[in-house]
């Protein structure tokens, strides 16, 4: 039996309606499940739970093949798994979170990323990662959108600065042959739309609507299309490992239906093996090329950003390759899916994907200087 870790990991995420209080209920319980391995004290907790004035937290863990719920102590560690979806969304978990520190000082697992405006500012700094990034600017409305499409063969792309899942994203074309403005995207709901205006100017006003007073980025249009239309692209998961080093953890296709916008997998996307989808697509050599490349720009990458933001445990990169061969970084997210790994059938990736989150925790617990 291995002797007891010193310390606690808490994680953190979101209330549910659903048979269970809380979100992610298979995940989080293989988490549990891992920990029970080494002898860690890990549970689940959601923001409205913490109350001030009290020594214990009301949490779930999972034992004996059930969940228990019972009072915890203060976590040592939080592994942050929740997502806000409004600004009264991130006040309860910054409140959470204060109360939390005036009691107990915690470590993070890993820090969130500052959003997608400002993980690109960062990594624009590096030689040798900028040449991968697209073009992006700050959206600010139908003015500075008609001068893009302008410079920009017609088409922009706009995206949230703080979305996930390819949701409220607008792939924005004007042609000169009639001057209509064709917009296609995902809605809040993630469905797909399409939308064709006379002019440049319905359009541009019913943009602003659906944008409203969301933070957008403004982005060159990517021609990131399989032979057969499926928008694509190659997420990889890095993490940190038992001895707190980062690591390539797996890599995987994530193809979105034809003639789609976006390539998510929760917006109805389908994974597959990088080599063989790529190698149907540009051939073996030159995909072995590009699988060397991204793992190089992937292996760069978290480092890089730790320096900005502080210490990270996990990143999923996407990578997007164009029809030329050209290799584009799309977005880096601190609170990556791993979903793709066991749809392809590569259970080693999926099970090291669960389990590095503890091994790392442990790490953090048993390098603690001990009182």
Not at 77 to 95: A, E, G, P, V
Request: hydrophobic share 35%; charged share 25%.
């Amino acid at each position: 039996m291995n002797k007891p870790i010193p310390g606690t990991v808490g994680i953190l995420v979101d209330e549910s309606s659903g048979p269970l209080p809380f979100t992610e209920p298979d995940f989080c319980r293989k988490l549990c499940m891992i920990g029970r391995r080494y002898n860690m004290a890990i549970y689940i907790f959601c923001p409205t739970w913490v109350h001030s004035g009290k020594n214990l937290i009301p949490g779930f863990t999972y034992e004996n093949g059930s969940w228990i719920k019972k009072m915890f102590p203060f976590p040592d560690i939080i592994y942050d798994r929740f997502f806000s979806r409004d600004n009264k969304h991130q006040r309860l978990k910054q409140r959470c979170l204060s109360l939390l520190t005036d009691n107990h000082p915690f470590v993070y697992l890993t820090r969130g990323l500052a959003g997608k405006w400002a993980v690109y500012q960062a990594l624009c700094k590096s030689k040798e990662i900028a040449p991968y990034l697209p073009e992006t600017i700050q959206y600010t409305g139908a003015i500075q959108l008609a001068d893009w499409l302008s410079s920009h063969g017609g088409e922009a792309f706009l995206k949230p600065q703080h979305g996930t899942h390819g949701k409220r994203t607008l792939h924005v074309k004007i042609t000169n042959m009639d001057d209509r403005l064709r917009v296609r995207g995902r809605s809040g709901n993630n469905t797909i739309f399409r939308r064709i205006f006379r002019n440049k100017a319905d359009g541009f006003e019913w943009i602003n609507k659906i944008t409203g007073k969301r933070n957008y980025l403004l982005q060159q249009y990517l021609q990131l299309n399989s032979s057969q239309e499926e928008p694509f692209d190659i997420r990889v998961l890095m993490q940190k490992n038992q001895n707190g080093l980062w690591s390539l953890t797996g890599m995987a296709v994530r193809a979105g239906r034809r003639n789609s916008l976006t390539s998510n997998l929760h917006g109805g996307g389908t994974a597959y093996e990088v080599l063989p989808f790529l190698g149907r697509e540009l051939g073996t050599t030159v995909s072995n090329e590009l699988i060397h490349l991204i793992t190089q720009l992937s292996e760069r990458i978290p480092s890089y950003l730790e320096s900005y933001f502080g210490r990270l445990a996990e990143l999923g990169i996407d990578f997007g390759v164009d029809k030329e061969g050209k290799v584009w970084i799309l977005e880096v997210n601190s609170k990556p899916g791993r979903s793709s790994f066991s749809q392809i059938g590569d259970m080693k990736s999926a099970r090291r994907s669960i389990e590095n989150p503890i091994h790392y925790a442990r790490y953090l617990l048993l390098s603690r200087p001990r009182e």
